[in-house]
T-cell receptor, first 111, second 114 residues
């Protein structure tokens, strides 16, 4: 019940395309859902986050869609660029405690 | 303040040796977390501190692991009698208790046990 499932494991997208990564959770006590971006050799960096009382949040080319009833949320990267090539992790926080991370999606954006 | 700093960046050690890693959080952050990340996986929670108090430890944190945060500033993570299975990236993160944002992670310490 503490797990966060993430798909796909890897994703290849052409430059300018839309990248979509999906996550699902079971525990309704999660209260905060961030996405992290990680480049090789670096720690994860916070990209965008959402709370369960909001259905969508957009920041530049990055959008989170949140479906509370389905316990699912997704990251959409519009106009994907080669510089977006990285591993993306969804995460969920249990009411002010530590985060549980998904297994990650390796995104490759082809030039 | 340039963010969360971790030292060393890389550590190669022989099996059975002890290793210690250091983390310097963002100065105004009172919470400090340690995570472990293996290749192809997401970070897994190990332990966290609020100020100098260690508030939670994961079952992943065996008796060979110990973490400290004296004076509520920097933290150290020690692994005694290292095993090959300890090879991983050890990530430190910090945040404000009750803060609305997620963590700020450091760049990690890559441990290789040979």
């Amino acid at each position: 019940q503490q797990q966060v499932k993430q798909s796909p494991q890897s994703l290849i997208v052409q430059k300018g395309g839309i990248s979509i990564i999906n996550c699902a959770y079971e525990n309704t006590a999660f209260d905060y859902f961030p996405w992290y971006q990680q480049f090789p050799g670096k720690g994860p960096a916070l990209l965008i986050a959402i709370r369960p009382d909001v259905s969508e949040k957009k920041e530049g080319r990055f959008t989170i869609s949140f479906n509370k009833s389905a316990k699912q949320f997704s990251l959409h990267i519009m106009d994907s660029q080669p510089g977006d090539s990285a591993t993306y992790f969804c995460a969920a926080r249990l009411r002010g405690q530590n985060f549980v991370f998904g297994p990650g999606t390796r995104l490759s954006v082809l030039p | 303040d340039t963010g969360v700093s971790q030292d060393p960046r890389h550590k190669i050690t022989k099996r059975g040796q002890n290793v210690t890693f250091r983390c310097d959080p963002i100065s105004e952050h009172n919470r400090l977390y340690w995570y472990r990340q293996t290749l192809g996986q997401g970070p897994e929670f190990l332990t966290y501190f609020q100020n100098e108090a260690q508030l939670e430890k994961s079952r992943l944190l065996s008796d060979r692991f110990s973490a400290e945060r004296p004076k509520g500033s920097f933290s150290t993570l020690e692994i005694q009698r290292t095993e090959q299975g300890d090879s991983a990236m050890y990530l430190c993160a910090s945040s404000l208790a009750g803060g609305v944002d997620g963590y700020t992670f450091g760049s990690g310490t890559r441990l290789t046990v040979v």
